[in-house]
């Protein structure tokens, strides 16, 4: 099919008028002649096969067969009455049923004559019973031309509704072929083609929407998924490719002073494995003279911190600033505190800036920042602000990639000549295909190793029903001096109601430990910074044994002493955020603990999630059965990402195809990286398509 008739309006197909048009842009996004081909079944009503009544299992779908009416009665039910018949074959007996439209079955079905019988059976009262077939004499069945597998296209209420059916989706799509006469440019190169014995794009795009068997429809599938994710990887490789032959970067040449003293003699700890490799993989980004992009994944707990330091070691070495952004106040607080315990000895000046620095605080800050007196500001969304103005920005850093957007992360870059180097930080592990595909333009490291000396937190499911020895449990750690969190949900649309079950916790809590044997802190967003900041410092310190808070707790905190964790409708939260509350306690030398409640009632995945956690604390474990769950669409920070919006591949379910697909365009780059060669003419050409469309640009760039 030539290009232009690929992207002719679909108000001009056969059958299709304006309505219907209109209603198959709103609905299902389909504008074009392209969109639809690209719009495939989600199944197909497999015709190919006929079972006999003996074969039929309680678990068999859609099922075909061919029998015959022995009998058709009337029975009364409790509302109305149900036409049944006896339909035999020469293996057994099954009943056929009908509610609506009795009285045209009865007079126009035939008894003691063949019929090809379809659909869903149930197993009823000791027989299985198919209600409202699809029925053909068999006679008839004969004489009609018939693909063997019908496709079933996703539908919505509204397309129903507008009488664009099953029916009208296959018949307009087979219009289409009509019209191509199903001639298509095939966008993958000959060899690859031959070298994995891939269908051609005409008849796999043929066979996804009518296959001819299921053998067919298994190659087709397969052909256009690979397709598919293929482009989606060349698109990354090669725009990641670009990023690093035209970005220049600093070229941190020196490993100086501040590194190799603070390496010598002021790491309170050894370096795990991982996060030596970690920092070796940093180093030489940042040595090599182009821009470095890089993200660093690593569990709760992991140690990302100390690696962060150290990068800007080497940049303040390199006569560079540096700057770490942190997605909350208390938690670029923490990473001050922390980081200038560390370096006081240095001689390096920080300083934080967040919202709430007095207008006198900042102005110096900005000022000793221009002209380069400063040498690392910790921060939070302030730090992006027009009039916080570098001297020499050679590194930032941001913590938690999640909660910042990519707009921010893309403003950063424009706080110098060069854009610095930037280092993005997750806690929230990303199964690596989809990183690959989120965070292509990103390089990836790996903190994949917990420092020694961990003890596994012991995880449990609680109803709310056994409080009462919850709090028994919590009496014993405190009295064993351990501290507790005890989190509430948070629901942005609905702040007032989460903010009255905090409060309505937080009264029994301190009704069941009262002063002066326990006090306790209470955390919620509502609250100013100061006072927040007091609470939190209080419980720092060691005064107060119990915080009562809302998420706001979830990010970064590190109170090695608080050893409880209990999490209040714990089926509210996601699994990734469960994990990430986890991973606040467990941190120091004492056994920890993590208390799931719930009341009885819940849901199928809210009872996956709860298992998840009580089974494992791995962390890149738990982002796959998260993934499995809701689907890459809901995972922080793709829906903006465009790249998901897969037509028939699935990120989490054609791994294997992903692996392959990027193999093969890393192959072919490398082979060709300017897509020169006459046999990669139709890639080039496919590419520059892709890339007019930009589907895939709008989030990196
Ligand atoms: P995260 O990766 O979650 O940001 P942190 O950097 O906050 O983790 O580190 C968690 C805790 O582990 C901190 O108390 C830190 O001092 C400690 N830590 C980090 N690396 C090591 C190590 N190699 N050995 C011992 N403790 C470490
Ligand atoms: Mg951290």
Redesign the pocket.
Known sequence: MNPSLLQTPIDYLKGIGPNRAEILRKEIGVHTYGDLLNFFPNRYLDKTRFYKIAQLEKNTSEVQIVGKIVHLRTVEQKKGKRLVADFVDDTGKMELVWFRGQKWIRENLKLNTPYVIFGKTSWFNGLFSMPHPEMELVEEYKKNLRTAMQPVYPSTERLGKAGVTNRVISRCVQQLFLESGNKFVDPLPENLLEELHLLPKAEALFNAHFPRSQELLAKAQFRLKFEELFYIQLQLLIKNMIRKQKIRGFPFEEVGSHFTEFYENHL?????NA?KRVIKEIRQDLGSGAQMNRLLQ?????????VALMSILLALDNGFQACLMAPTEILSIQHFN?ILDLVTDLGIKVRLLTGSTKTSERREIHEALENGELHLLIGTHALLEEKVKFHNLGLAII?EQHRFGVAQRARLWKKNHLPPHVLV?T?TPIPRTLAMSLYGDLDISV?DEL???RKEIKTVHRYDSNRLKVFAFIRDEIRKGRQIYIVYPLIQESETMDYKDLMDGYESIAREFSMPEFQISILHGQMKPADKDYEMDRFVKGETQIMVATTVIEV?V?V?NASVMIIESAERFGLSQLHQLR?RVG?GAEQSFCILMTGHKLSNDSKTRLETMVRTADGFEIAEVDLKLRGPGDLMGTQQSGVLNLKIADIVKDNDILKSARHYALQLLKEDPKLELEKNKVVKYTYSQLVKEKNIWNYIS
């Open positions: 309170p700890f050894e370096l795990t996060q690593g569990d709760v707990g992991s140690g990302k911190t100390i922390g913590d930080m806690a903190i420092p020694p000396g970064g590190n090695p991973g941190r």
